[in-house]
């Protein structure tokens, strides 16, 4: 086959896997969802933004994300941008040890240190391209953080934001350094094939990470505890008995130390499952929409939507990891393949660098079956809270509030639109009312009529 194709093929893999897994995975019921601006009840009027946002709320949601969006997909721009340099980085001339007075003998190389310890060069290459390409949009987004201060969003000191950003910048050394290693010791035993071992380390290191992230790295940015309000824990057994699960670890997280927002989240699986809200939430809304989150919730439990990706994640990754390593061996320059050399004594096919550009380039290609996955996967959750909970003007509610909170776009258009369409994980919340809409009319529940939430948060301009 010829080089350039070689790409091209495994890509063409990558996305049909992709699709195969999202068709294999997908909820078997689909959860019917009115379209934006479909009329779901006779008589009601058509599911509108303007609806169940005042104009000032849509102005004020829009004019902080299309900068905010603007300023990430400059962050993404830098960060390819240096990856692409180190990738294309062509080797120094190596150097050459002559003995005084034999000119006629072929020039004697000394072994570099990279040659003579790969692995641990390898580690080296890894680490330091992913702090470099960490590092290079700081501006941004320091900028971005700036923006999401002045919109009441972003709470806590720039010295706890710095904080957070040298934590994960060792994070993202010692994953560097272990994807660097690695791909060294794959790509020495076998130059051609390396990818196929690589693809069963990455999918086994992502499960390791699923298990241990709530364990290892969110207590690393955050603290929690468990929910003590303990009709509130009552009311959350009762909904999970409903649901048919053991609820574990219920847990409250301090996250109003950082942002005003509003979230909560399953995370890990098995003995490390748990779910957990953000203080936040817990604070700032009544015991109707917390049971509506938590309903939503433990519909991912019962589905186990959490080891569902893993397995999407698995069905992609021989393909993908195929179309990581023809990429890099496109963009590795001769003889730069590094660190060290074959047994034979060649340069090996793909550097470091090239492999983690390659590899981030083959992630996007199933990015959008796996949002498609998740947004199904979220309507599902939506549709089961609405049925275990009965109440469809909690989730109303909810989302109006949590769009002014969260200063989330409900309804994005243009650019916005098509970004949500491709990359979005969760429906727009403009589509989740109309979900519940929808729900009230098919089970004869009676709402109020749309109306906008008028209180801002606090620190709202
Ligand atoms: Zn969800």
Not at 77 to 98: C, F, I, K, N
Not at 403 to 414: E, I, K, L, S, Y
């Given at each position: ?77 830098l960060q390819l941008a240096v990856l ?216 991912h439990v019962v589905h186990r939507d ?156």
């Amino acid at each position: 086959m010829v080089r350039a194709q070689r790409p091209l093929v495994a890509a063409v893999a990558t996305v049909a896997a992709a699709r195969i897994a999202t068709t294999a995975l997908r909820p078997r019921s689909p959860v019917p969802t009115p379209p934006r601006g479909a009329r779901p009840g006779a008589g009601r009027g058509a599911i509108e933004a303007e609806s169940y946002f005042t104009a000032d709320q849509l102005h004020r949601v829009r004019r902080y994300r299309r900068p905010q969006a603007l300023l990430g997909a400059g962050e993404t721009a830098l960060q390819l941008a240096v990856l692409w340099r180190l990738a294309r980085r062509r080797p120094a001339a190596p150097a050459t040890t002559v003995a005084p007075g034999e000119d006629a003998a072929p020039p004697v190389r000394a072994p570099s240190v990279a040659e003579r310890h790969p692995v641990l060069a390898g580690a080296l290459a890894g680490a330091t391209t992913l702090l470099a390409t960490g590092a290079a949009p700081l501006p941004l987004a320091a900028l971005a953080r700036h923006r999401a201060v002045r919109a009441g969003l972003a709470t806590g000191t720039w010295r706890l934001w710095a904080t957070d950003l040298a934590r994960a910048a060792a994070l993202e050394a010692a994953a560097g350094a272990a994807l660097g290693a690695g791909t060294v010791a794959l790509v020495r035993r076998d130059p051609t094939g390396w990818w196929r071992p690589a693809a069963g380390v990455g999918v086994g290191a992502s499960a390791a990470l699923t298990f241990a992230a709530p364990l290892l790295i969110e207590p690393l940015f955050s603290r929690s505890r468990p929910v003590e309000d303990e009709e509130l824990v009552a009311d959350l057994r009762a909904i999970a008995g409903r649901a048919g699960v053991r609820l574990r670890a219920v847990l409250v997280s301090d996250a109003s130390r950082r942002t005003t927002a509003v979230n909560a989240y399953v995370s890990g699986f098995g003995r490390s499952r748990r779910v957990v809200f953000w203080d936040t939430l817990l604070e700032g809304f009544g015991a109707r929409e917390t049971r509506m989150v938590v309903a939503h919730e433990l519909s991912h439990v019962v589905h186990r939507d959490v080891p569902r990706s893993l397995v999407f994640l698995a069905l992609v990754a021989a393909p993908a990891a195929a179309a990581t390593a023809a990429l890099a061996e496109l963009l590795t320059p001769d003889g730069a393949g590094a660190p060290g050399r074959t047994r034979s004594g060649d340069p090996l096919p793909v550097s470091v660098p090239a492999v983690l550009l390659a590899g981030a380039a083959a992630g996007l290609l199933p990015a959008t079956e796996m949002a498609r996955l998740s947004r199904a996967i979220e309507r599902r959750a939506d549709a089961e809270a609405l049925g275990w909970t009965g109440d469809p003007g909690a989730l109303i509610g909810f989302f109006q509030r949590i769009a002014v909170t969260n200063v989330g776009d409900p309804d994005p258009r243009g650019v916005g639109r098509l970004l949500h369409d491709l990359l979005g994980t969760h429906p727009t919340v403009l589509e989740r009312i109309g979900a519940a809409v929808a729900h009230a009319d098919a089970h004869g529940i009676a709402l109020p009529p749309a109306a906008p939430v008028v209180a801002l948060p606090a620190g709202a301009d």
